[in-house]
């Protein structure tokens, strides 16, 4: 069973808010992956880390989006300014290397 | 850049009747790591099966596939169906060496009585 806490399960905002979830690896999985699920269930991937610095990331949607994972700290993704069209699941997953992603719970975001 | 398809994007199909879900992929790397997720309802997506060495088979939980490096292939196979396997079905690629992973659109899977 997967390891992986994210933080909140649930989150809502208007447009042109900031919205922000964290994610809790699993303990001594080194690398870090965010993707976004939309309503097709079609997964997106966002952006990945292993321990802090960035592996790769997509051309983040006119730069609404950012990501960190700080040591010591839960690893996060933001939206600067939400559009309904951001309204999805966020999926946080962590693993080794190229190995089995393990997936957290997701944060569902509705954007008014 | 990677791509994985996944041809069907639901499948019907009556309880004990044999399950085959496919998957190609295309990358440039020569020794690329496949896998199948299940998604069940407000599930967040977990391992099915996961590919090893180039004409290996891999079985989980009744599921089976093998990879084919000659085709691009790592299609899920089950023999009988069963209700509790309807679910999203994923395959994805992380190539060797670059961790960025590629999933498929996903097959929706209905096993109905």
């Known amino acids: 069973n997967s390891k992986v806490i994210q933080t909140p399960r649930y989150l809502v905002k208007g447009q042109g808010q900031k919205a922000k979830m964290r994610c809790i690896p699993e303990?001594?999985?080194?690398?870090v992956f965010w993707y976004q699920q939309n309503k097709n269930n079609e997964f997106k991937f966002l952006i990945n880390?292993?321990?802090?610095?960035?592996?790769?990331q997509i051309d983040m949607t006119e730069k609404r989006f950012s990501a960190e994972c700080p040591s010591n700290s839960p690893c996060s993704l933001e939206i600067q300014s939400s559009e309904a069209g951001d309204s999805a699941l966020y999926l946080c997953?962590?693993?080794?290397?190229?190995?089995?992603?393990?997936f957290g719970p997701g944060t569902r975001l509705l954007v008014l | 850049g990677d791509s994985v398809t996944q041809t069907e994007g639901l499948v019907t199909l009556t309880e004990g009747l044999p399950v085959m879900l496919n998957c190609t992929y295309q990358?440039?790397?020569?020794?690329?790591?496949l896998f199948w997720y299940v998604q069940h309802l407000n599930e967040s997506p977990r391992l099915l099966l996961k590919?090893?060495?180039?004409?290996k088979r891999t079985e989980h939980q009744g599921f089976h596939a093998t990879l084919h490096k000659s085709s691009s292939s790592f299609h899920l196979q089950k023999s009988s169906a069963q209700l509790s396997d309807s679910a999203l079905y994923y395959c994805?690629?992380?190539?060797?060496?670059?961790?960025?992973?590629?999933f498929g659109k996903g097959t929706s899977l209905v096993v109905h009585p």
């Open positions: 997953a962590s693993s080794h290397r190229e190995d089995t992603q393990y």
């Open positions: 303990k001594g999985h080194p690398v």
């Open positions: 880390f292993q321990n802090q610095e960035v592996l790769q």
């Open positions: 990358t440039i790397y020569s020794n690329p790591f």
């Open positions: 590919s090893f060495t180039d004409n």
């Open positions: 994805a690629l992380i190539p060797g060496g670059n961790y960025k992973p590629t």
